[in-house]
Nanobody
Framework: QVQLVESGGGLVQPGGSLRLSCAASGRTFSNSAVAWFRQPPGKEREFVAGIFRTGSRTYYDDAVKGRFTISTDNAKKTLFLQMDSLRSEDTAAYYC???????????????????WGQGTQVTVSS
């Protein structure tokens, strides 16, 4: 079993930055992908960024390309999402996720992930 604990959310002005963290515990060696999803108010959960472990390849939703960076500290079992140039439309609850058997073609599909963080709120407002 894997536990994921998120932190780093908060209120930030447009154009500002935040860094989200997701600390993992338990047996994580079998994961094939880690990712960040977000759920804006009144909308469904959507893919933000992910890392497919084969080749350590990163993937981003078009809405965040060039602004967000996903990374890991494997020694500390921590996943990060650096968010720069934040916009009001980035406002959402953000969730980290780990999938033991994610296939690349379905990387963006939240149903592929077995373990989820509790969520951390990011609000971008002036």
């Amino acid at each position: 079993q894997v536990q994921l604990v998120e932190s780093g959310g908060g209120l930030v002005q447009p154009g500002g930055s935040l860094r989200l963290s997701c600390a993992a515990s338990g047996r994580t060696f079998s994961n094939s992908a880690v990712a960040w999803f977000r759920q804006p108010p009144g909308k469904e959960r959507e893919f933000v960024a992910g890392i497919f472990r084969t080749g350590s390849r990163t993937y981003y939703d078009d809405a965040v390309k060039g602004r967000f960076t996903i990374s890991t500290d494997n020694a500390k079992k921590t996943l990060f999402l650096q968010m720069d140039s934040l916009r009001s439309e980035d406002t959402a609850a953000y969730y980290c996720a780990l999938g033991p058997r994610v296939i690349l073609s379905s990387l963006r599909n939240p149903t592929q992930y077995e373990y989820w963080g509790q969520g951390t709120q990011v609000t971008v407002s002036s």
